[in-house]
């Protein structure tokens, strides 16, 4: 099976709140877990990756929390503002060169209130 | 310059014509990809191409047709369109030995 399942489908949250957005997958195959971020009329951008070898990695605001005996993951995103406003994807990558592949997660729709 | 750029930006064409996207990218990735992004936002990849070979099909429909003439453009053409194939269609981009891919702005192919 190669699903990511990604939870909730979208989040409300005040400004400087944190957002937590939540993520499992079922390869263990994968090795390779990136976060994209999407504005509305634009394509997905990288926000934030990690490799199955380490449990957290932070990056300013953005932290992915990796739990790889339950194959989960979640992005948390501190002091939340509301240009964070978009579509957050998680995604399960891995393979070789040009076989290299990625699967989304359905998507999470975060607003951020002023 | 802009890195992945696709053509057109928006497509609304009818049911059963045949049309193309175009993608081009000045990375120097080696490998480019296809993917649609249906009206409730999942993502899902259709083909990718490694220094223009075909590497990746995903189940696509064979009315779906990528060609590669160089390393640096993957375009999509699409044959007897249905109203199902409406969507926006990304191009991306991988480097040889990374995991970042790069997305281009997408394409909004409405079919009426």
């Known amino acids: 099976q190669q699903q990511v399942k990604q939870s909730p489908q979208s989040l409300i949250v005040q400004k400087g709140g944190i957002s937590i957005i939540n993520c499992a997958y079922e390869?263990?195959?994968?090795?390779?877990f990136p976060w994209y971020q999407q504005f509305p009329g634009k394509g997905p951008a990288l926000l934030i990756a990690?490799?199955?070898?380490?449990s957290e990695k932070k990056e300013g605001r953005f932290t992915i929390s990796f739990n790889k005996s339950a194959k989960q993951f979640s992005l948390h995103i501190m002091d939340s503002q509301p240009g964070d406003s978009a579509t957050y994807f998680c995604?399960?990558?891995?393979?070789?060169?040009?076989?290299?592949?990625?699967?989304f997660g359905a998507g999470t729709r975060l607003f951020v209130k002023a | 310059d802009t890195a992945v750029s696709q053509t057109p930006k928006y497509l609304v064409t009818q049911m059963g014509n045949d049309k193309s996207i175009k993608c081009e990218q000045n990375?120097?990735?080696?490998?480019m990809y296809w993917y649609k992004q249906d009206s409730k936002k999942f993502l899902k990849i259709m083909f990718s191409y490694n220094n223009k070979e075909l590497i990746i099909n995903e189940t696509v429909p064979n009315r779906f047709s990528p060609k590669s003439p160089d390393k640096a453009h993957l375009n999509l053409h699409i044959n007897s369109l249905e109203l199902g194939d409406s969507a926006v269609y990304f191009c991306a981009t991988l480097a040889g030995g990374h995991s970042t891919q790069y997305f281009g702005p997408g394409t909004r192919l409405l079919v009426l």
């Open positions: 390869n263990t195959a994968f090795d390779y």
């Open positions: 990690i490799r199955p070898d380490v």
């Open positions: 995604a399960a990558s891995g393979g070789n060169t040009g076989g290299f592949k990625t699967i």
């Open positions: 990375l120097g990735h080696d490998t």
